[in-house]
Nanobody, 114 residues
């Protein structure tokens, strides 16, 4: 299983980015997909998750600014990030989960400069 993330970068606060994650080697429609992030010196935290039926949940810190979505035809999950803040700076990782199986991507850096 391989998860390929893209879309990270450096931008000014208030800007927008869209992250993408394309898993290979899984039946995508069966998996719950999630984005996590880890900032330097901090624990990894769940940012957003989307389930096979489309239900979503978000960390309180990103509600109203970030949107997670999935395209089962393209085997891709997205994280649209708007109004980025300096505290959103972190490595963002994609996770695919099915039953007891967890598969992780390598991560992509997002830096929101003040």
């Amino acid at each position: 299983v391989q998860l390929v993330e893209s879309g990270g970068g450096l931008l000014q606060s208030g800007g927008s980015l869209r992250l993408s994650c394309a898993p290979f080697g899984i039946i995508f429609r069966l998996y719950a997909m999630a984005w996590y992030r880890q900032a330097p010196g901090k624990q990894r935290e769940l940012v957003a998750a989307i389930y096979p039926g489309g239900m979503t949940n978000y960390a309180d810190s990103v509600k109203g600014r970030f949107t997670i979505s999935r395209d089962n035809a393209k085997n891709t999950v997205y994280l649209q990030m708007n109004n980025l803040k300096p505290e959103d700076t972190a490595v963002y990782c994609c996770k695919a989960k099915y039953l007891r199986e967890d598969d992780w991507g390598q991560g992509t850096q997002v830096t929101s400069a003040a």
